[in-house]
């Protein structure tokens, strides 16, 4: 997409944000509603098929264009981009590792929103330790039989397809599983919503898979995808893993225009708070540091989108960025004092929906020990200090 075109959907999506979302996300966040409203017209903006090639129906978006426009849904409210995350990273799957077939039947619908995608790795007693995935699909006849309970599954209920790693004779695969929205469908069923400190209006469920049986042809990337779910689901990750670092500047940058409008509103000893030392301090601090996290997004999207691999970019921007969400959003709740802690402001929100950022697509532990494995291997595969790490 042109440059300036991809500017002008970000500038009409952000001002759709302050004018639409920014008003009602609050009330409808603390009541925990489904924003059908909002997703209809991101539908209509034709966010569903932002990642999704023109000629499946999507726009195309290259992923620093993708990863703005996140930043600008989580700056109004971050349930939105979780929405889109588990979608996006289903039609990256489908985009890059699907058959002909599979990019046929599924991302044209996915594109317009009419079929929502879920994606569903995680278990109960694995999350992220996938060696320990306990979900099995057995070959039976024409077709395979999926049991197994799934965990922490965003946009399950109303998702249209799911993503599903399960234990096969040939390793972990990955199958794109056809259901219809809803609590329950064949031999799948939502056992139970988790109810959430923060993230709200967005189901998060866990489900139950009793010999749910699913096509041959649901196996992702065909007979040759048999065993090589894990290789297709990390790769996929990179993406989300830059979805929630762009969550995690968007909610950032609205927890510091908070602070910075309310430290020059409110006045102590005669003068705005702002003009106080520890006040203007802490602003510099929480402003430095959302500036780099906007830097660090954009390395990881921009290395993303030159189809280089991206795992430390991607789990440096989710780290940093996560963890100076949830940095700034205490600050900015500690500028405010009192009004920070009530719900007549938006920041006790972000307080509570930064630390998803922190666990999700991996938790920042794991992205530590990401980003020590690829820094230890790229020093030795790049020639370590003799060339510079990360040069270009």
């Known amino acids: 997409m042109d440059d300036e075109i991809a500017d002008e959907l970000v500038r009409t999506i952000r001002t759709w944000v302050r004018r639409e979302v920014l008003p009602t996300a609050s009330e409808l ?21 932002a990642r999704i090639a023109p000629e499946y129906g999507g726009l195309g978006l290259d992923v620093p264009t993708y990863a703005r426009l996140i930043e600008e849904l989580s700056y109004g409210w971050m349930s939105l981009a979780g929405v889109l995350n588990t979608h996006m990273i289903v039609a990256n799957l489908i985009g890059r590792f699907g058959t002909g077939d599979q990019k046929q039947r599924w991302l044209p619908e996915m594109a317009t929103g009419q079929r929502r995608a879920a994606f569903s790795l ?11 995935l306990r979900c099995r699909a057995v070959y039976d006849g024409d077709t395979y039989r999926i049991s197994g309970t799934k965990m922490w599954v965003t946009n399950g209920e109303r998702a249209g397809i799911v993503a599903l790693a399960a234990r096969t004779a040939e390793g972990v695969t990955c ?18 919503h988790i109810g959430k400190l923060g993230y709200k209006g967005i189901e998060t469920v866990e489900m139950a898979y009793s010999d749910h049986r699913v096509p041959v042809s649901a196996v992702l990337g065909g007979e040759s995808g048999l065993g090589r779910g894990l290789q297709f689901i990390l790769g996929s990750l990179e993406l989300g893993r830059i979805n929630v670092a762009a969550r995690a500047l968007g909610v950032a940058r609205a927890a510091l225009d908070s602070a910075m409008t ?26 430095t540091k959302v500036e780099a996290s906007r830097l660090l997004v954009r390395s990881a999207a921009e290395r993303f989108e030159r189809g280089e691999r991206a795992d430390v970019e991607a789990g440096m921007a989710k780290l940093f960025a996560s963890e100076t969400a949830l940095e700034v959003a205490t600050e900015a709740m500690r500028i405010l004092g009192g009004y920070g802690y009530t719900t007549e402001f938006p920041v006790e929100r972000y307080f509570r929906d930064a630390p998803l950022m922190i666990l999700g697509e991996g938790t920042n532990e794991i992205q530590h020990m990401v980003i020590a494995r690829g820094l230890l291997k790229r020093w030795n595969e790049e020639g370590g200090e003799r060339e510079g790490f990360g040069s270009s």
Do not use: C, N, W
């Not at 199958?175 to 139970?192: H, N, Q, W």
């Open 29 to 49: 966040e603390h009541k925990d509603t489904y924003p059908v409203k909002f997703v209809d017209q991101m539908k209509a903006f034709g966010l569903f098929g």
């Open 122 to 132: 995680s278990e109960p007693d694995a999350g992220s330790d996938t060696k320990s």
């Open 175 to 192: 199958f794109l599983v056809d259901k219809e929205p809803g609590p329950a469908y064949g031999g799948i069923t939502v056992s139970r």
């Open 262 to 287: 309310y430290a020059q509103e409110r006045r102590t000893f005669g003068v705005p708070i702002f003009e106080h030392q520890a006040i203007a301090f802490k602003l510099a601090d929480m402003a």
